[in-house]
């Protein structure tokens, strides 16, 4: 187990990351308010397959005169997904003026409205049941706001690490102590890399929650399921839940031997066990709290950071393959170990990402 006494490696990829994905929130979000701005209500047009093929793309529509023929409905694979393509027919006639496309898992509006979109096989198609939601944008926009907030934070100490180690002080001075869990100086932000990183991660699931509370709203998408939506959450949660933990008993380990060092063995052992969490080209190894050896329970930590990383630890290219095997070999085989003096002197070890 090795301290370390220069800026930790990667220390500027969190805050350049949350920067790209926080532009791309915000972009995002304002193209979704400005879609609403400019759909504030329906357009209404006769169930007449010229007029909704005059009609530019993404405007809010209602057909008057309409009815969906979910009947004759059809399932296709478009655009990465299962969706039902469901004939408009105008109600006097039956004559066929477009197509509806509709997720599955959906409840079936009682009218005929949506965005219209590209024409299918030249005809002319609406995403049916799909309105503008305001709710998404704000969310959205929230999030890309703490997201560039998070990073001018993260970049902000990554300096004061990095200038710390050229001075050969290293990044104990760049940050405040955390002797004691109760009384820690320091912003909230302040707690470890692991609970740093863990709150990057947090922004998609705080995201998700915001979606949550649209679903409710006639007509949104399948993706805002709230089915869907807790897998995404609940998982994401518990990790968060386990990351935080066991920073803030790596912070309170030195107190901790100080504190019962007349019953801790002269010559005691502590093993640290290591999870992998990866995300698309990102990924990092968490380090789990250090157990000593004979007095801790080391078997639940030690399954924990095996369920982590294998669910969670492959979906990062390039390393998040390598990493993950690494660890599980390493932890399966009994963690990383060290002498008791050694892990005290040597201080919590922190995450390492790789890109």
């Given at each position: 187990m090795n301290g370390r006494n220069t800026a930790?490696?990667?220390?500027?990829?969190?805050?350049?990351?949350?920067?790209?994905?926080?532009?791309?929130?915000?972009?995002?979000?304002?193209?979704?308010?400005?879609?609403?701005?400019?759909?504030?209500?329906?357009?209404?047009?006769?169930?007449?397959?010229?007029?909704?093929?005059?009609?530019?793309?993404?405007?809010?529509?209602?057909?008057?005169?309409?009815?969906?023929?979910?009947?004759?409905?059809?399932?296709?694979?478009?655009?990465?997904?299962?969706?039902?393509?469901?004939?408009?027919?105008?109600?006097?006639?039956?004559?066929?003026?477009?197509?509806?496309?509709?997720?599955?898992?959906?409840?079936?509006p009682s009218d005929v409205f949506g965005m219209t979109?590209?024409?299918?096989?030249?005809?002319?198609?609406?995403?049916?049941?799909?309105?503008?939601?305001?709710?998404?944008?704000?969310?959205?926009?929230?999030?890309?706001?703490?997201?560039?907030?998070?990073?001018?934070?993260?970049f902000r100490r990554a300096r004061r690490e990095a200038s710390a180690a050229a001075a050969g002080l290293g990044p104990a001075t760049a940050r405040p102590a955390t002797t004691n869990a109760r009384h820690r100086k320091g912003t909230f932000l302040d707690r470890g890399d692991d609970f740093n990183f863990a709150l990057f991660l947090a922004v998609p699931p705080l995201v998700g929650i915001g979606m949550l509370v649209g679903h409710f709203a006639r007509g949104?998408?399948?993706?805002?399921?709230?089915?869907?939506?807790?897998?995404?959450?609940?998982?994401?949660?518990v990790v968060f839940a386990w990351v935080w933990q066991q920073q803030r008993a790596a912070d309170r380990f030195a107190a901790r031997v100080h504190r019962d060092a007349a019953r801790l063995p002269a010559d005691a052992e502590v093993v640290v066990y290591d999870a992998v969490i990866s995300m698309l080209a990102v990924s990092m190894r968490f380090p789990s709290r250090p157990l000593i050896v004979g007095v801790d329970a080391t078997l639940p930590t030690r399954l924990m950071t095996i369920a982590i990383t294998l669910v969670f630890g492959w979906w990062g290219l390039p390393?998040?393959?390598?990493?993950?095997?690494?660890?599980?070999?390493?932890?399966?085989?009994?963690?990383?170990?060290?002498?008791?003096?050694?892990a005290v002197e040597a201080g919590p070890t922190t995450a390492e990402v790789e890109t």
């Open positions: 930790p490696k990667g220390s500027y990829v969190p805050p350049l990351l949350m920067s790209v994905f926080g532009v791309l929130a915000l972009l995002f979000g304002i193209w979704t308010l400005l879609e609403v701005r400019a759909n504030p209500e329906p357009l209404a047009i006769a169930c007449d397959g010229d007029a909704l093929s005059a009609v530019a793309k993404r405007r809010w529509v209602q057909l008057d005169g309409c009815d969906a023929d979910w009947d004759a409905a059809v399932e296709r694979s478009i655009q990465g997904g299962q969706r039902m393509l469901v004939p408009l027919r105008r109600r006097d006639d039956g004559a066929l003026v477009g197509i509806g496309v509709f997720r599955s898992t959906d409840s079936r979109r590209t024409p299918i096989e030249g005809t002319a198609s609406i995403e049916l049941g799909v309105k503008p939601m305001p709710v998404v944008g704000w969310t959205t926009v929230l999030g890309g706001i703490l997201l560039a907030g998070l990073a001018v934070h993260y949104t998408p399948a993706i805002l399921d709230p089915t869907l939506v807790a897998i995404c959450i609940v998982p994401f949660g390393w998040g393959p390598f990493l993950t095997v690494r660890a599980l070999v390493r932890n399966l085989r009994g963690g990383t170990r060290d002498t008791l003096a050694n």
